[in-house]
């Protein structure tokens, strides 16, 4: 199969595999546990903290170990219910359903929800930004967007609204390993992770949170990871994370420059096509990622007629698989339903190569013939 759906997950690195191995046989032991085999298994998750706080420009002792980016984005935004009651929480009109749904559901403990627009290109409307609502507490904005790609300039966007005494957050999800992160000068509080878009395990994340924020837990219990997420740690997938992120950080250059130029190529050739729309072409975007349309073809048709000659393409966000609503991401840019229901992502990884973009634009002329 011709695998370009590396946002939605990527494949296991075999050096991550390796480094897991010992920690799914013989090092078993309870990282609580006081004696030599509990305590091996805690300097594993030690080591892997300082590796994915290495990776996001952060300290380890900021690194909360979660079981993906959805519990980290939920940690994060429902962790401040009990501070937020009565206040209102701004987040990114395009935000992953893992930042939107949390924040739904604050609406029951008195939370207020505002949308902050973004522009035509996918990037924040920085008026929408500068005209919060007075009782603002929290603004939530995703570093990089998982569809379209489209980079936020975080950096920029947040030093401002930090002097203003707001709680910042940001779902770095996608941005992590693609793009540099500097937790320390962002001016951000929280920062959400995930490890199986670095090439990582699944079942494994981090909320990157200054401690000085009042979260609360969502789990209770034994009061692993610093009081903020209870259970026993899944030592093998925060080890795996951890290598993950230390091999995302050492190669991020050389992966980024790769899957720019396959990015660029399929561009090139999409461009070389009629009624084909790219999204957001002229903004900064993630390296890897190209968003399109094709007139009059349905993008969840389109999807499946490509998985039948073995390419593996996305509609949008594989959290939101089968939805019959076009992208919010896309609506939110003002682009058209019918436009935005034939949307289809492309998202490069380290394996791919110049063979499989000719291979994905020969699919995608096939089934658009078949669709005519």
Partial sequence: MLYLDHNAATPLDERVREAMEPFLGRFYGNPSSLYRLGRLSRDAVEAAREQVAAL?????????????GTE??????????????????AVGAGEHPSVLEPIRALAGDGVARHVIGVA?????????????????????????????????????????????????????????????LDFAASGLHMLSLSSHKIYGPKGAGALVADRALPLQPLLYGGGQERDLRS???????????????????????ERARHALQLRQSLEAALGAMPDVTVFAAGSPRL???????????????????????????SSGSACAGGAAEPSHVLLSMGVEPDTARGAVRVSFGAGNGADDVERFIAALKKARTAYI
Avoid: Y
């Fill in 56 to 68: 996001a420009g952060a300290i380890p002792s900021q690194v909360i170990f979660t079981s993906g």
């Fill in 72 to 89: 980290a984005n939920n940690l994060a935004l429902k962790g401040l219910a009990h501070a937020l009651r009565g206040r209102t929480v």
């Fill in 120 to 180: 035509a290109d996918g990037k924040t409307d920085r008026a929408c930004l500068a005209a919060l609502p007075a009782d603002t507490a929290l603004v939530s904005l995703m570093w990089a967007n998982n569809e379209t790609g489209v980079i936020q300039d975080i950096p920029a966007l947040m030093p401002a609204l930090r002097d203003q005494g707001l709680w910042l957050h940001s779902d770095g999800v996608q941005a992590a390993g693609k793009i540099p």
């Fill in 231 to 253: 259970g026993t740690e899944n030592v093998p997938a925060i080890v795996g994370f951890g290598k993950a992120a230390e091999l995302a950080r050492r190669e991020m250059e």
């Fill in 287 to 313: 390296p890897n990622t190209v968003q399109f349309s094709v007139a009059g073809m349905d993008g969840e048709a389109l999807v499946m007629a490509l998985d039948r000659q073995g390419v593996a393409v």
